[in-house]
Protein backbone atom coordinates (compact mmCIF):
# COMPACT_ATOMS: atom_id res chain seq x y z
CA UNK A 1 0.00 0.00 0.00
CA UNK A 2 1.32 3.51 -0.82
CA UNK A 3 1.04 6.18 1.64
CA UNK A 4 -0.19 9.44 0.16
CA UNK A 5 -0.03 12.56 2.15
CA UNK A 6 -3.70 14.24 2.26
CA UNK A 7 -2.40 17.71 3.48
CA UNK A 8 -1.25 21.19 2.10
CA UNK A 9 0.69 21.99 5.14
CA UNK A 10 4.09 22.70 4.06
CA UNK A 11 5.41 22.06 6.95
CA UNK A 12 3.56 19.16 7.55
CA UNK A 13 4.78 17.76 4.51
CA UNK A 14 8.46 18.80 5.13
CA UNK A 15 7.97 16.79 8.42
CA UNK A 16 6.70 13.65 6.91
CA UNK A 17 9.05 13.44 4.14
CA UNK A 18 11.68 13.25 6.47
CA UNK A 19 10.20 10.92 8.66
CA UNK A 20 7.82 8.55 6.67
CA UNK A 21 8.19 6.66 3.84
CA UNK A 22 5.44 8.80 2.33
CA UNK A 23 5.20 8.90 -1.87
CA UNK A 24 2.79 11.85 -2.83
CA UNK A 25 0.61 14.24 -1.56
CA UNK A 26 -3.76 15.22 -2.55
CA UNK A 27 -5.19 17.65 -1.97
CA UNK A 28 -9.05 18.79 -1.82
CA UNK A 29 -10.77 22.35 -2.66
CA UNK A 30 -11.29 22.34 1.35
CA UNK A 31 -7.58 21.01 2.00
CA UNK A 32 -6.30 23.84 -0.04
CA UNK A 33 -8.75 26.48 2.04
CA UNK A 34 -7.53 25.68 5.17
CA UNK A 35 -3.95 26.39 3.85
CA UNK A 36 -5.22 30.29 3.36
CA UNK A 37 -2.72 30.46 0.47
CA UNK A 38 -3.10 30.93 -3.17
CA UNK A 39 -3.70 27.66 -4.60
CA UNK A 40 -0.86 27.45 -7.58
CA UNK A 41 1.24 29.25 -4.89
CA UNK A 42 0.68 26.68 -2.02
CA UNK A 43 0.74 23.86 -4.69
CA UNK A 44 3.91 24.59 -6.74
CA UNK A 45 5.57 24.60 -3.29
CA UNK A 46 4.62 21.28 -2.52
CA UNK A 47 5.87 19.92 -5.55
CA UNK A 48 9.20 21.31 -5.34
CA UNK A 49 9.37 19.57 -2.15
CA UNK A 50 8.32 16.28 -3.18
CA UNK A 51 9.86 16.86 -6.75
CA UNK A 52 8.87 16.45 -10.43
CA UNK A 53 7.65 12.85 -10.28
CA UNK A 54 6.14 12.00 -7.30
CA UNK A 55 2.40 11.91 -6.96
CA UNK A 56 0.30 15.25 -6.72
CA UNK A 57 -3.66 14.84 -6.93
CA UNK A 58 -4.98 18.43 -7.54
CA UNK A 59 -8.81 18.50 -7.59
CA UNK A 60 -11.14 20.21 -10.01
CA UNK A 61 -13.22 22.77 -8.75
CA UNK A 62 -15.79 22.93 -12.10
CA UNK A 63 -19.06 21.27 -12.27
CA UNK A 64 -19.30 20.82 -15.76
CA UNK A 65 -17.12 18.40 -17.96
CA UNK A 66 -16.04 21.11 -20.52
CA UNK A 67 -14.41 23.46 -17.64
CA UNK A 68 -13.09 20.69 -15.84
CA UNK A 69 -11.37 19.76 -18.90
CA UNK A 70 -9.93 23.49 -19.46
CA UNK A 71 -9.06 23.36 -15.49
CA UNK A 72 -6.92 20.21 -15.94
CA UNK A 73 -5.12 21.61 -19.09
CA UNK A 74 -3.95 24.55 -16.55
CA UNK A 75 -2.76 22.57 -13.66
CA UNK A 76 -0.67 19.91 -15.80
CA UNK A 77 1.23 23.63 -17.13
CA UNK A 78 1.79 24.53 -13.98
CA UNK A 79 2.48 21.94 -11.91
CA UNK A 80 3.76 19.25 -14.17
CA UNK A 81 2.57 16.10 -16.53
CA UNK A 82 2.85 13.94 -13.61
CA UNK A 83 -0.32 16.24 -11.72
CA UNK A 84 -2.87 13.27 -10.83
CA UNK A 85 -6.78 15.01 -12.13
CA UNK A 86 -8.78 14.36 -9.06
CA UNK A 87 -12.19 14.50 -10.49
CA UNK A 88 -15.23 14.11 -8.84
CA UNK A 89 -17.05 10.88 -10.10
CA UNK A 90 -20.67 12.53 -10.82
CA UNK A 91 -22.36 11.95 -13.79
CA UNK A 92 -20.34 14.93 -16.02
CA UNK A 93 -16.76 14.07 -13.84
CA UNK A 94 -17.29 10.38 -15.47
CA UNK A 95 -17.69 12.47 -19.06
CA UNK A 96 -14.43 14.86 -18.33
CA UNK A 97 -12.67 11.70 -17.08
CA UNK A 98 -13.13 9.76 -20.64
CA UNK A 99 -12.08 12.94 -22.62
CA UNK A 100 -9.05 13.49 -20.33
CA UNK A 101 -8.32 10.08 -20.54
CA UNK A 102 -8.30 9.37 -23.94
CA UNK A 103 -5.46 12.41 -23.98
CA UNK A 104 -3.01 10.65 -21.46
CA UNK A 105 -3.93 12.65 -18.50
CA UNK A 106 -3.65 10.83 -15.17
CA UNK A 107 -7.16 10.90 -13.17
CA UNK A 108 -7.82 10.10 -9.61
CA UNK A 109 -11.76 9.63 -9.67
CA UNK A 110 -12.68 11.36 -6.24
CA UNK A 111 -15.99 11.81 -4.19
CA UNK A 112 -16.68 8.02 -4.00
CA UNK A 113 -19.29 6.65 -1.92
CA UNK A 114 -20.56 3.23 -3.90
CA UNK A 115 -18.78 0.31 -5.62
CA UNK A 116 -20.52 1.69 -8.63
CA UNK A 117 -19.52 5.11 -8.70
CA UNK A 118 -15.91 3.70 -8.65
CA UNK A 119 -16.61 0.84 -11.30
CA UNK A 120 -17.78 3.75 -14.07
CA UNK A 121 -14.51 5.80 -13.14
CA UNK A 122 -11.92 2.68 -13.51
CA UNK A 123 -14.16 2.02 -16.96
CA UNK A 124 -14.06 5.88 -17.85
CA UNK A 125 -9.88 5.43 -17.84
CA UNK A 126 -9.49 7.08 -13.74
CA UNK A 127 -5.89 5.68 -12.58
CA UNK A 128 -6.92 5.83 -8.96
CA UNK A 129 -9.95 5.49 -7.33
CA UNK A 130 -10.88 7.26 -4.26
CA UNK A 131 -13.54 6.02 -2.18
CA UNK A 132 -13.90 8.18 1.40
CA UNK A 133 -13.86 5.72 4.57
CA UNK A 134 -14.69 8.07 7.56
CA UNK A 135 -17.61 10.17 5.34
CA UNK A 136 -18.93 6.93 4.91
CA UNK A 137 -19.32 5.65 8.17
CA UNK A 138 -20.65 8.85 9.37
CA UNK A 139 -23.40 7.81 6.80
CA UNK A 140 -24.12 4.72 8.64
CA UNK A 141 -22.64 2.52 6.00
CA UNK A 142 -19.37 0.32 6.50
CA UNK A 143 -16.46 2.59 4.84
CA UNK A 144 -14.05 -0.58 5.14
CA UNK A 145 -16.15 -3.16 3.84
CA UNK A 146 -17.11 -0.40 0.68
CA UNK A 147 -13.45 0.15 -0.11
CA UNK A 148 -12.42 -3.65 -0.09
CA UNK A 149 -15.72 -4.49 -2.44
CA UNK A 150 -14.16 -1.73 -4.69
CA UNK A 151 -10.73 -3.47 -4.70
CA UNK A 152 -12.37 -7.04 -5.10
CA UNK A 153 -14.59 -5.11 -8.33
CA UNK A 154 -11.32 -3.91 -9.67
CA UNK A 155 -9.32 -7.11 -9.82
CA UNK A 156 -12.41 -9.46 -10.85
CA UNK A 157 -12.90 -7.40 -13.81
CA UNK A 158 -9.33 -7.33 -14.77
CA UNK A 159 -9.23 -3.58 -14.23
CA UNK A 160 -5.98 -1.89 -13.77
CA UNK A 161 -7.29 1.23 -11.73
CA UNK A 162 -6.03 1.76 -7.96
CA UNK A 163 -7.85 2.27 -4.66
CA UNK A 164 -6.66 5.02 -3.41
CA UNK A 165 -8.19 5.19 0.29
CA UNK A 166 -9.37 8.29 1.52
CA UNK A 167 -10.63 9.90 4.61
CA UNK A 168 -9.07 8.21 7.66
CA UNK A 169 -9.63 9.30 11.33
CA UNK A 170 -7.84 6.57 12.94
CA UNK A 171 -5.08 4.13 12.60
CA UNK A 172 -7.38 0.68 12.77
CA UNK A 173 -9.33 2.04 9.50
CA UNK A 174 -5.92 2.30 7.74
CA UNK A 175 -4.51 -0.67 9.20
CA UNK A 176 -7.65 -2.98 7.60
CA UNK A 177 -7.47 -1.87 4.53
CA UNK A 178 -3.04 -2.30 4.23
CA UNK A 179 -4.09 -6.10 5.31
CA UNK A 180 -5.86 -5.91 2.50
CA UNK A 181 -3.47 -5.11 0.19
CA UNK A 182 -5.33 -2.02 -0.92
CA UNK A 183 -3.40 -0.17 -3.50
CA UNK A 184 -2.90 3.48 -1.92
CA UNK A 185 -4.04 5.65 0.88
CA UNK A 186 -4.15 9.01 1.53
CA UNK A 187 -3.96 10.11 5.06
CA UNK A 188 -4.30 13.38 6.71
CA UNK A 189 -1.05 14.01 8.88
CA UNK A 190 -2.10 13.99 12.50
CA UNK A 191 -3.68 10.40 11.94
CA UNK A 192 -0.37 9.56 9.46
CA UNK A 193 1.55 10.72 12.87
CA UNK A 194 -1.11 8.38 14.76
CA UNK A 195 0.02 5.48 13.46
CA UNK A 196 3.80 5.19 14.87
CA UNK A 197 2.44 6.96 18.61
CA UNK A 198 2.43 4.45 21.05
CA UNK A 199 3.31 4.85 24.72
CA UNK A 200 4.32 1.30 25.50
CA UNK A 201 6.82 1.60 22.48
CA UNK A 202 8.40 5.10 24.28
CA UNK A 203 8.89 3.38 27.57
CA UNK A 204 10.39 0.42 25.79
CA UNK A 205 13.03 2.51 24.56
CA UNK A 206 13.60 4.35 27.52
CA UNK A 207 14.15 1.22 29.70
CA UNK A 208 16.80 -0.12 26.99
CA UNK A 209 18.38 3.41 27.23
CA UNK A 210 18.49 3.02 31.38
CA UNK A 211 19.66 -0.12 31.50
CA UNK A 212 22.39 1.02 29.29
CA UNK A 213 23.60 4.02 31.12
CA UNK A 214 23.74 1.97 34.50
CA UNK A 215 26.02 -0.51 32.65
CA UNK A 216 28.14 1.93 30.72
CA UNK A 217 27.49 5.50 32.06
CA UNK A 218 25.20 8.46 31.16
CA UNK A 219 25.13 8.72 27.37
CA UNK A 220 26.91 6.17 26.77
CA UNK A 221 25.57 4.42 23.24
CA UNK A 222 27.83 1.33 21.44
CA UNK A 223 29.44 4.07 19.55
CA UNK A 224 31.12 5.32 22.43
CA UNK A 225 30.98 2.77 25.12
C1 LIG B 1 -9.37 12.64 -0.73
O1 LIG B 1 -9.53 12.44 -1.92
C2 LIG B 1 -10.38 13.40 0.03
O2 LIG B 1 -10.38 14.67 -0.51
C3 LIG B 1 -10.09 13.48 1.51
O3 LIG B 1 -9.36 12.38 1.96
C4 LIG B 1 -11.35 13.63 2.34
O4 LIG B 1 -11.02 13.53 3.70
P1 LIG B 1 -11.98 14.07 4.85
O5 LIG B 1 -13.21 13.24 4.82
O6 LIG B 1 -11.19 13.87 6.11
O7 LIG B 1 -12.27 15.49 4.55
Redesign the pocket.
Known sequence: MKFII?DANVEAIKALYEYFPVEGV?T?P??LAKSGRQPYDVLKEIRGIIGQDADLHVQVVSKKAENMITEAAKMRAELGENTFI?VPTTREGLKAMKALAADGVKITA?AIYTPMQAFLAAKAGAAYA?P?V??IDNLGADGIATVKKIHDIFKNNGLKTEVLA??FKNSQQVQELCAYGIGAA?I?SDVMEGLIKNDSVVAAVEAFTKDFEGLCGEGKTMENC
Do not use: E, G, Q
Open positions: DTNSIKTAYNRASTA
